[in-house]
């Protein structure tokens, strides 16, 4: 879920947030991870093509390389 940028959310919403799917999974036998990007600044120093290459590289596929070729 993408807390950034919205009146009335904070950083602590989206710990609740991850904290409770996580633990929803793990009660379920599944695993659970977070991961929390701040892309704020990121892109602004970035070669574009340079970083979807590299992400592609390393594995990201799917949803998640669409997911940064839309920012």
């Given amino acids: 879920m993408h ?3 919205q009146e009335h959310y904070s950083i602590d919403h989206a ?3 991850m904290t409770e799917t996580i633990r929803r999974s793990l009660d379920n036998k599944k695993n ?3 991961v929390f990007i701040d892309l704020q600044k ?3 120093t970035v070669n574009h093509k340079v970083l979807l290459s590299k992400l592609e590289h390393y594995g990201s596929r799917g949803c998640a390389l669409q997911w940064f070729q839309s920012i």
């Fill in 3 to 5: 807390f950034g940028f």
């Fill in 15 to 17: 710990l609740i947030s």
């Fill in 32 to 34: 659970g991870c977070a």
């Fill in 42 to 44: 990121a892109f602004d």
